[in-house]
């Protein structure tokens, strides 16, 4: 399979490279066009340093007819990329936030479905075993009913190695945009794709450094979903940068007949460095990342529909979207009703 | 004050855990309740059982109402016109005008009147405390905070929310109180409760709430409360970050005792596990006993109490609502984006 990965502006570029860059059955190709020529972390340089064919022109790669893209580019460029990608016939893995506007949500959900290729969202936490283990005891009733749900996806700001997070055109927000889907999402597989009904959030940018920018670093955000259950989320920027790790995701599910805590990213090992002069923490669980990119590689060989798909990345972006108004409002926000567009929510396969 | 003389009105699982604090301080206390209880309590700790509260408060110095909370109101105001100073369970009462009632009552009356936060005096809670007034964290941006027991459905009341303001009003309350005293008064409230919310609850009932807070200092607040399935263990979490860094509690992490290992399911029972030191409660009720004697103002007074029904109303109202509830005009607080 030729694999391309479109823009090194996210820094997940790097991590699907590292991790697609010796299969034998892959054949890699990048490109970064759009890059700052004089960034040592973007473009050339940076495959050069991965050491991965590069591509410097978006003509050339789609020219290239890859059979599977996966789009790294600032949130709000993912349309244009997708677009491409699927006219060039590529199934398309997307990173997460599907895009900033549900306009564009939907054109790269159509742009696929035309092109017939498919179109995944990158949320890899779905794919912890953890996870795969609380869905099924969700799923069978052993829990029992799901009453609500609370969790943290708190990271390192990551402006501060990549700045457009803090640029509202480009990012479509700040901390609220970047870490409430990954939740979010993982309710979408509880809730076998139920869309959100009604979101609450507030916000501020405390946590800063990089007051210019202008976006929240640190939100709350409710949501409630049309059966009554709600999940409680705190999706702050607010790892302090010199912690060992980047951050981390934890949910609890309140059930009937349980309580039941996931962690995405255990800690497997703690201790304290002397050299850094700070607590060790060397991380445990899956490579989630590995077995998103399973899913997504398997799809570009059979053709089949990718989980989680644009569907899903729409779900939940129009959670964020409503979010966005909330903290405007300072009042919940209702979503709209949209009960025909999910057609992914019952897999083929199944 | 040289001698203690209190009138413990209530004889359920609060007053069992003030009891043996009074009479740590060598109080002497009659115990009035009118379901029948106040004997095998009041006789466990050597105290007194009375036949009715009139019998209880006749020259008492302090009266502890550990009723249920709808009933606080009219016995803190009969406590006040008995000359006595009040420590009240929390929440003061259910509307926050009643609170607000209570404490002009005891301040015309020249008595004090304290509520019983008493997660205030969990070292944990009061290291918090020092942390942030401390400066430790910098500015802090965002808390969250979780309380997990068992749906409490050994007393019927606290499943009628009419009697108890139900989880978001008789538990939540206590880390609303936590918020505001750390991080100022609060201006937004906004909150959901699902699960079994009316009485009678069935022993394996389970409820939840949440609440988001804002504060006037710009600082947001997540409370999550859980009255849980009956085999849950009681555990409080909080996590804050701020600009100086992050501080996590789990109140089950780090135990100065526990079991690890037994040769059968009761093997055990009867081996004190948990946190040792003194009771947070037992360490309430000193201060509070110093300052009814007229030493220093304790951490908590009746204004905080107050405030606390204030929030834990606002917050039933926002769930009953689907509203966010402002409590003052906000004034635009430094920190929050446009």
């Not at chain 1, 926000?333 to 019952?346: A, E, F, I, Q, S």
């Not at chain 2, 009240?88 to 015309?108: G, I, N, S, T």
């Amino acid at each position: 399979m030729r694999i391309a990965v479109l823009s090194f502006a996210h820094v997940h570029a790097q991590t699907y490279v590292e991790l697609l860059r010796d299969r034998d059955d892959v054949e890699l190709l990048t490109a970064d066009p759009d890059a700052p020529p004089d960034d040592p972390d973007r473009g050339a340089a940076l495959a050069e340093r991965l050491g991965v064919p590069y591509v410097d022109d978006w003509d050339a790669v789609f020219a290239l007819r890859p059979d599977g893209a996966m789009v790294t580019s600032e949130n709000s460029r993912h349309r244009e990329l997708v677009e491409r990608a699927a006219a060039a016939g590529a199934h398309v893995l997307c990173e997460k936030p599907l895009a900033t506007t549900e306009t564009d949500a939907r054109a790269m959900i159509d742009a696929c479905a035309r092109a017939g290729v498919g179109l995944m969202t990158a949320y890899p936490v779905r794919f912890a075993a953890a996870f795969a283990a609380l869905h099924r005891a969700v799923a069978d009733g052993s829990l029992g009913p799901l009453v609500s749900v609370h969790g943290s996806n708190n990271g390192w700001n990551p402006t501060a190695s990549r700045p457009w997070f803090g640029d509202r055109e480009l990012a479509g927000g700040g901390a609220v945009m970047d870490h409430t889907v990954h939740i979010a999402d993982l309710m979408d597989v509880l809730l076998d794709g139920e869309q959100a009904e009604e979101v609450y959030a507030q916000a501020n940018d405390v946590l800063g450094p990089d007051t210019e920018t202008g976006v929240e670093t640190a939100g709350l955000v409710t949501v409630r979903y049309p059966g009554g259950a709600f999940a409680a989320i705190d999706c702050s920027w607010s790892q302090p940068e010199d912690h060992p790790t980047w951050g981390g995701l934890a949910l609890t599910c309140v059930a009937e007949r349980g309580i039941v805590e996931f962690d995405a990213f255990p800690r497997l090992l703690g201790g304290f460095d002397s050299t850094t002069a700070r607590s060790r923490w060397e991380p445990g669980g899956d490579d989630l990342d590995a077995a998103m990119l399973e899913e997504f590689l398997d799809t570009v060989r059979t053709g089949r529909r990718p989980r989680p798909d644009g569907e899903a990345g729409l779900r939940g972006l129009r959670v964020v979207l409503a979010a966005y108004t909330s903290l405007r409002t300072g009042q919940p926000v209702r979503l709209p009703v949209t009960p025909d567009d999910n057609p992914g929510r019952k897999h083929p396969a199944e | 004050m040289t001698h203690l003389d209190v009138a413990l009105i209530g004889a359920g699982g609060i007053a069992r855990a003030h009891l043996p604090a009074w009479t740590a301080l060598g109080a002497r206390v009659r115990v009035y309740a009118p379901d029948g209880r106040a004997p095998a309590l009041a006789a466990e700790f050597g105290q007194t059982a009375v036949a009715s509260r009139e019998e209880a408060m006749d020259g008492a110095t302090v009266v502890d109402v550990c009723t249920p909370t709808d009933t606080h109101h009219e016995i803190t105001l009969a406590a006040v016109a008995a000359g006595a100073h009040v420590l009240c369970e929390k929440p003061l009462a259910l509307r926050a005008a009643d609170a607000e009632d209570m404490a002009a009552a005891a301040a015309a009356a020249g008595l004090r009147l304290y509520p019983g936060h008493v997660v205030r005096f969990f070292p944990a809670y009061a290291m918090l405390h020092a942390l942030v007034t401390g400066g430790a964290l910098g500015r802090v941006a965002v808390a969250r905070f979780t309380r997990t027991g068992r749906y409490p459905t050994w007393s019927p009341w606290f499943a009628e929310p009419a009697r108890s303001g139900g989880i978001l009003v008789d538990q939540m309350i206590h880390d609303m109180d936590i918020a505001r005293w750390l991080f100022g008064e609060v201006v937004r409230v906004h909150a959901h409760q699902r699960g079994h919310l009316t009485a009678p609850a069935p022993e394996d009932a389970v409820a939840t709430g949440t609440a988001v807070l804002t504060h006037t200092t710009g600082v947001i607040t997540q409370i999550v409360g859980v009255w849980a399935p009956p085999a849950t263990p009681f555990r409080t979490t909080f996590h804050i970050a701020g600009t100086g860094g992050t501080v996590r509690h789990d109140s089950l992490a780090s135990p100065g005792l526990r079991i690890v290992g037994t040769a059968d399911a009761n093997a055990a029972a009867g081996i004190p596990v948990g946190d040792f030191g003194e009771s947070p409660y037992a360490t309430q009720i000193r201060e509070l006993a110093d300052a009814f004697a007229g030493g220093p103002e304790p951490r908590v007074g009746p204004a905080d109490g107050v405030a606390a029904v204030r929030i834990a109303a606002a917050a039933a109202d926002s769930a009953r609502t689907g509203r966010a509830v402002e409590l003052v005009t906000p004034p635009a607080p430094e920190g929050v984006p446009a």
